[in-house]
């Protein structure tokens, strides 16, 4: 189940740069297929120091993480929602994606063209906000004009989402994101088929020369204060340099270059991280000496639906899971010496899975 995070932003701000650096960097763990799937679509593992703790234990023959994708969506300018610079291609690619990365340019560089002129993050911020916004105004509308009717006549259920839409709309059109407008729970249903794109989760990532890596400068702040009416995390980093970060293979001398920096991980990394966070997702394991392996699943999920993501069978047939945590693991060592010390619980089909759990799910089919 891998997500997709697309990366979007005004041209020239480091997208792709971002992208290259997240497909070239050279994948954590031993004999994973890391690849590019598409010429702008690549698949990242996610960096988790768990798994290393695992296979000291384990030593299995193989570990595989889990991995999520990046899609770099260029051609995003002003008036897109208007099919300029194919905008409509482009705006179709964001409809597909779970997040939103938001790169955005915080970097002074006079050989390189601001496609406004000057560096202004929440000048660059609306550009992209608008033209998204409308899109999503287009969406809302035609859907009024369709229940408008029905509302008119009285139905109780038309009126109701007559008038979430009109929340919408105007919202929208006052310039919010859809994510930022308030919005019972239930009342969710009512706009689930629009698909709006900035309902999705987002998180920007402001672009810095390497010397700002570590302090930010005056556009970071600007960008900061601005999302923060958005709740929005901001990640600091210099495409530039992860660019070069990620070329190393040694991982002593990638952390020598980390430290040269002042850096404990790289910006990438944290940008994983951040993203596999953002989509509202967590990992359990599995363990045995053929393979650790680790899983996604969303928060939230019991037991026999986190077993499906491994196969459709074991969600089918699902009997129990035994479960042990992390820490008792490490404490007892083997699964043998958890079982003894009453470490490994049995949990059914109402269990709901933790992040770190290490699972092994008994089914039948
Ligand atoms: N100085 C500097 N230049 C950068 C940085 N990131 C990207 N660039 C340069 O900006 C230009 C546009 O970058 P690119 O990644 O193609 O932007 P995109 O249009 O958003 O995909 C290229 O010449 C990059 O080398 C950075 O962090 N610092
Ligand atoms: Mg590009």
Known sequence: MALQCGIVGLPNVGKSTLFNSLSSAKAEAANFPFCTIEPNVGV????????KTLEQLVNPQRVLPTVIEFVDIAGLVKGASKGEGLGNKFLANIREVDAIIHVIRCFEDDNIVHVAGSVDPIFDK??????LQLKDLESVEKKILRIEKVAKSGDAKAKKELEVLVR???????GLNARAIEIEKEDLEIIRDLQLLTIKPVLYVANVDEGSIQTGNKYVEELRNKVQEENAEVIVLCAALESQIAEFEDPEEKELFLSEYGLEESGLNKLISAAYALLDLITYFTAGPQEVRAWTIKKGWKAPQAAGVIHTDFERGFIKAEVIKLADYQQFKTEAACRENGKIAIEGKEYIVKDGDIMHFRFNV
């Open 168 to 174: 919408f709309r105007d919202g929208l059109k006052s």
């Open 44 to 51: 990242v593992t996610v960096p988790d120091k768990r798994l």
């Open 126 to 131: 609306e550009v992209i906000d608008t033209e």
